[in-house]
């Protein structure tokens, strides 16, 4: 008899081989949507699983990934709009760098999931629409700025195309909780930085009513901060940059003034000390910038500068060995 669209044989036992269950029953499929069209959900099911499959293929990937990023070549403190754009840029560029996003929340993009004020859309101002062209986000043109019909679509794009990379890794639900630092003798013992000192953020939060949770670390030549204007988790390196004595003081973020605000962000995008660059609303504690509001392209374009600082710091460290 000819198989229906989905024809599922049961196992009458489910038999294992080292933990792992084996099925004699066999599915021969035309597709979900095919099998609903005709009916036949009655005989529709899952291959078999044991429950330990699942903790092994999640575990044995995650600490695979913590083995290889250990070592990384750019560290992105951020996955915002600004740290998203930094990982695509970079990793489209130089697919041989290894890439680790570390992200504080659970769910990466910022503030970028809404325009503003809870409202749907997202602006950006030109030239910043050439991101947009290049990522395939669909947008109105307005004259001097765009308006995307969701920030939603914005971010789940850039997103999607920054993890797809295989050179990238994002660890969200991941704090910096301090940064690694060196004394460069060569250069009157200024600080620089070499990596990140990263603990899950839920322990993070609970230092004060537990007992010592001790951290982890990743060492990279490039770390890259996008933490975004002062706030629980915000403008996290400027601050610790100041706590260690690398800064004087925090400029403090000014009001709202779309017009300086864009260009100060993205021009002002750079190598603060050296090992860590800066960009983003992060900068607008440092330098005193005006904040910018609900317009993002000069997240993303800070963002763009951002890796081609990264890339030329990079090159630099190499030169010098200073890995």
């Known amino acids: 008899m000819a198989p229906s669209a989905v024809d599922v044989v049961e196992p009458t036992t489910l038999p294992h081989k080292g933990g792992v269950p084996v099925s004699n029953g066999k599915i021969h499929a035309k597709g979900v949507a095919q099998v609903a069209a ?24 995650y600490f695979k990934d913590l083995d290889t990023y250990a070592e990384s070549d750019i560290v992105i403190v951020g996955a915002g709009s600004c740290g998203l754009s930094t990982a695509y840029t970079l990793a489209k560029a130089r697919p041989d760098l290894k890439i680790a996003i570390i992200e504080a929340s659970v769910s990466p993009g910022g503030g970028a999931w809404l325009g503003g004020q809870l409202f749907s859309a997202m602006v950006m101002r030109k030239p910043a629409d050439k991101f947009l062209s290049e990522l395939g986000v669909p947008f109105e043109d307005e004259g001097s700025y765009v308006v995307v019909k969701h920030a939603a679509l914005f971010t789940s794009t850039l997103l999607s195309k920054v993890i797809a990379f295989p050179n990238v890794k994002l660890f969200n ?20 930085v070499a990596g990140v000192v990263t603990n899950w953020t839920l322990v993070s939060m609970h230092h004060d009513d537990q007992s010592c949770m001790d951290p982890n670390t990743i060492n990279a030549p490039v770390i890259i901060s996008t933490t975004g ?4 988790f915000g403008a996290f390196s400027a601050k610790r940059l100041v706590s260690m004595g690398a800064l004087d003081r925090l400029g403090g973020m000014r ?24 960009g983003g609303m992060e900068l607008s504690e440092i330098d005193g910038a005006n904040r910018m ?31």
Do not use: Y
Not at 263 to 275: L, M, Q
């Open 38 to 61: 005709e009916g036949k959900w009655e005989t529709f099911s899952f291959e078999p699983i044991r429950e330990s499959q699942v903790a092994r293929a999640m575990g044995r990937r």
């Open 173 to 192: 639900a991941t704090a910096v909780e301090d940064l690694i630092t060196r004394r460069d003798e060569e250069n009157g013992g200024a600080i620089r």
């Open 229 to 232: 204007h002062d706030g629980p």
């Open 255 to 278: 009001g709202l003034d779309m017009n300086r605000a864009e260009d100060a962000i993205v021009k002002r995008t750079r190598e603060v000390v050296p090992g860590l660059i800066c």
């Open 293 to 323: 509001g609900p317009t993002f392209g000069a997240m993303a374009l800070s963002g763009v500068k951002a890796a081609e600082e990264a890339l030329a710091v990079f090159e630099e460290r190499k030169k010098q060995n200073a890995f």
